[in-house]
């Protein structure tokens, strides 16, 4: 009997460290990017998602995304190669707003200058270090540190 625990054990730990190796090199399915996407959608906000991961020491990590504005679904806002999303686990699976804070770590962000030609010229904003608070019907920049033209700019605000 004893043997038998163990091997299921066993066998639910190694079944657990596969799903989370799949999650952090593959990421989610298109189904988890959508109910991001939809998240972001509640807020005012289109943004496409090409990865979505799983980092054991960050967490969700988004990669690839593309702001969008939300009445002109053409016109780019943004591209940004990776933010690590704060998730209310208990709100998500109870079906409410669950995505509290977006963090940028080391990120880079191109905005182009004509947001209806997304393949235009672009401003290139690197090392970009940030914490946006997203309480409900309000946007909090708790700080944001980047590097644009050479120049190191500090900002935080609502």
Do not use: C
């Amino acid at each position: 009997m004893r043997r038998v625990l163990l091997t299921l054990f066993v066998l639910l730990f190694a079944l657990a460290l596969g799903g989370l190796w799949y999650a952090s090199k593959k990421g989610f399915t298109s189904k988890w990017r959508g109910y991001v996407r939809e998240e972001f959608h509640k807020r005012g906000v289109e943004v496409t998602l090409r990865r979505l991961t799983l980092d054991p020491l960050r967490g969700l990590v988004a990669k690839e995304v593309r702001v969008f504005d939300a009445r002109d679904k053409k016109r780019v806002l943004a591209d940004i190669d990776e933010m690590v999303l704060q998730i209310n686990y208990a709100n998500l699976i109870r079906g409410k707003t669950f995505l509290d804070a977006l963090d940028l770590r080391d990120a880079n962000i191109s905005l182009p200058l004509d947001p209806q030609k997304p393949h235009g010229h672009k401003i290139d904003i690197a090392h970009v270090n940030g914490r946006l608070f997203l309480p409900p019907q309000q946007i909090y920049l708790a700080y944001a540190d980047a590097d644009v033209f050479g120049l190191h700019v500090s900002a935080s605000g609502r």
